[in-house]
């Protein structure tokens, strides 16, 4: 078996490099809908020792850290495509006009978003030891280069490596405490640590790392055990939710001229009588994101429709683009996605405007925006110009509710953005159109992070997706409620209540920071006394 580590070391050319995309495809299988936590050894152990291969690269440490490089971009293209394939889905919704770019989303994306493992390898190969100590410098390179994925250019932690983690319930608990990025890191530690047991030259050297990574995995379950309450949640008295997943089409639901169908569809899914038999009448209506191919602020007629749903004192929650006045001299005016909030007068009560939007899916981003309207293309939604970000996030105040932390599609996927400076909220709303990607893994992997959101913050999560997955979720992550991909309906339920502020919510990064920095000091500290000839 040792001679599997070497020869992995000592492959070179485009074995080398098949090797590391078939790595880091496998890494995939860790994340929703599958979690096959062991994808991540079968990831990240090759990747170890194709990075050893690197110190035989010859004499240059240049060419070192060029083939770290180089691994780092191959291992992440390949976890990259097998993870966001389902992103060609959105493509075929207009075909027409769409499917020649597919290519580009499927395999262009990947293509860029791998350059942050690549530099997570060169920051790892930089620190690199020969003996376990590596396995801290690459959890420590990768989580740095994650957490850049996340913040630069707009962002996008997507599918980030402690999704493995987050996703279960008992492991997701320390979300809590870290956080997604501290998630990643313990993660990257657990996942690398048997790379050890096939290069270690003792006993010692062999069992020590995987050791404790088993230890820290059993830890994290422990607490998660420990911290997950054996009784439900308790509940908001006097609200009763009811979330409507109306399982629209993409294709149909931006169309106007499906508007008077549509309305019919919501209104009567809205009004079904409760399947639990409860004569309990609905206080707060919830429907997903961008619900109308129309601006509902501007349709009186439609509002009047909402009033005669809602019974005295409900309010309806739902998606809905809305535009400003024009300005003086402007044809139109800017449009936003929004949350809006109605009561039985048909009066609209309240708007929450997404702050941070999908670059071409909502927006064209400036500096890429006269070459792709010269080329005749457009974002994704049928909006003219696209959708405008609102400047600043704000808690959206609901007649009955607590304060509510808004969240509208993959604004939802942010650690630590969703919650508006000020007095903390005790609710997030979510709603979502996941129509775009079909029966793929795409819907899984949103509600996922949508659930981590509600551990990270101690919050309750009310979330309504046209398609699915809507679903409500208490403070622990625990599902209360759900209806699943591909299903029409609506769904009944109670409003947990919000748990104390979590540890994650008051420190933010500092503890991941401390630790990454601790890490940095024993890695250097290493690297200039070896304590190995």
Known sequence: MRLLAKRVSLLRGWRRWLTAFAAGAAGALAMPPFGFLPALVLSLVPAIWLLDGTARNGPSRGAAFRSAGLLGWFWGFGYFVAGLWWLGAAFLVEADQFAWAMPFGVLGLPALLAFFPAFGFVLARLLWLPDAGRILAFAFGLTVSEWLRGHLFTGFPWNNPGMALGQNLWLMQSAALIGLYGLTFLSLLIGAAPAVLLTGTTGRARWTAPAIAACLLAGLALFGMWRVPSEASPVVEAVHLRIMQPNLPQDAKFNPRNRDAIMRRYLNLSASPRRDGSPAAPTHI??????????????????????????????LITGAARMDAPLPGEAAGKFYNAIQVIDEKGTILGTYDKVHLVPFGEYVPKILEALIRAAGLRQFVHIPGGFEPSGTRTTLSIPGL???????????????????????????????????????????????????????????????????????????????????????????????????????????????????????????????????P
Not at 293 to 313: C, E, M, N, V, Y
Not at 498 to 518: C, D, E, N, Q, V
């Open 286 to 315: 919830v429907w997903p994101e961008s619900a109308f191919p129309f601006l509902l602020h501007r349709d009186a007629g439609s509002l009047a429709q909402i009033a005669t749903l809602l019974g005295p004192g409900s309010v």
């Open 402 to 532: 607590p304060p509510v932390a808004a969240t509208i599609c993959y604004e939802a996927i942010f650690p630590g953005e969703i919650l508006a400076a000020g007095p903390r909220p005790d609710l997030i709303v979510n709603v979502t159109n996941d129509a775009w990607f079909g029966q793929t893994p795409g819907p899984y992997q949103h509600f996922a992070q949508a659930r981590l959101r509600a551990v990270e913050e101690g919050l309750p999560l009310v979330r309504a997706a046209n398609t699915g997955i809507s679903a409500v979720v208490d403070s622990f992550g625990r599902v209360t409620a759900d209806l699943q991909l591909g299903i029409e309906g609506i769904l009944d339920a109670d409003l947990p209540v919000a748990g104390p502020p979590t540890l994650y919510r008051k420190w933010g990064m500092f503890s991941l920071t401390a630790t990454l920095s601790i890490c940095l000091i024993i890695l250097i500290a290493r690297r200039r006394h070896p304590p190995f």
